[in-house]
Nanobody
Framework: QVQLVESGGGLVQVGGSLRLSCAASHSISSINIMGWYRQAPGKQREMVAHIYFGGRTDVANSVRGRFSISSDGENTVLLQMNSLGVEDTAVYYC???????????????WGQGTQVTVSS
């Protein structure tokens, strides 16, 4: 069981920056993939960024060049968000995916979410 706690959300003006933090209950070296997702009102949850065991990262096209994901190598994953626009307003969720190598089954864990509101 992996527990995830997000922090760093809030209200920011268009063009501003925020940094979200996700603290995991386990070392991230034991987690195959960590990432950030977001869900805006009336929309489906969408992937924002992933960081893979070994350090490779990817980000959604909608945020490429503005958002970046990183880790401290211990148990924290960060999402740096720059040049925020109103379209980035959403609840942001931290996600962890762990592969059980014995059963080859993936287990997925979610944080409680943190609200990001971008005002014009």
């Amino acid at each position: 069981q992996v527990q995830l706690v997000e922090s760093g959300g809030g209200l920011v003006q268009v063009g501003g920056s925020l940094r979200l933090s996700c603290a995991a209950s386990h070392s991230i070296s034991s987690i195959n993939i960590m990432g950030w997702y977001r869900q805006a009102p009336g929309k489906q949850r969408e992937m924002v960024a992933h960081i893979y065991f070994g350090g490779r990262t990817d980000v959604a096209n909608s945020v490429r060049g503005r958002f970046s994901i990183s880790s401290d190598g211990e148990n924290t994953v960060l999402l740096q968000m720059n040049s925020l626009g109103v379209e980035d307003t959403a609840v942001y969720y931290c996600n962890a995916q762990v592969l059980n190598v014995r059963t080859m089954e993936w287990r997925q864990y979610w944080g409680q979410g943190t609200q990001v509101t971008v005002s014009s």
